[in-house]
């Protein structure tokens, strides 16, 4: 008859290993990931996206929240409503963004100058 009140024999193996953390691999929210987000982005008439249009003035990430500052290329325009949705849609759908501020500023103008080189240069500007 074996006894109960007789210690468990001692093991000589090792405890078990850590069991690691899986590793993430989303983008890191930064400025560059919001002005690849907002390149998705494009003025319905001109058929170009807003960045390379020179309509993002400014982009701020502060932790979880986005800020951008973006023109239009009149104050007139009929896609302006359009166009500044999908600006914030586009920044929301990225992970990690919890807050999306988008600032229609009007200082300075727009302008072709605004417009990225290459594309300027491709449009006859």
Known sequence: MSDPTAAAPESNSSPAPATETPTSFAPTLDEDTVRAALRRVKDPELNLNIVDL??????????????????LTSPGCPSG?????????????????????????????????RIEPRIRAYMWF
């Open 81 to 113: 409503p359009e166009i500044m949705t999908a600006a914030e849609q586009q920044i929301r759908s990225l992970d990690g963004v919890e807050d999306v501020a988008v600032n229609l500023v009007w200082d300075p103008m727009w302008s072709p100058e």
């Open 54 to 71: 020179g309509l993002v003035y400014a982009i701020a990430v502060a932790g979880p929240k986005v800020s951008i500052d973006m023109s």
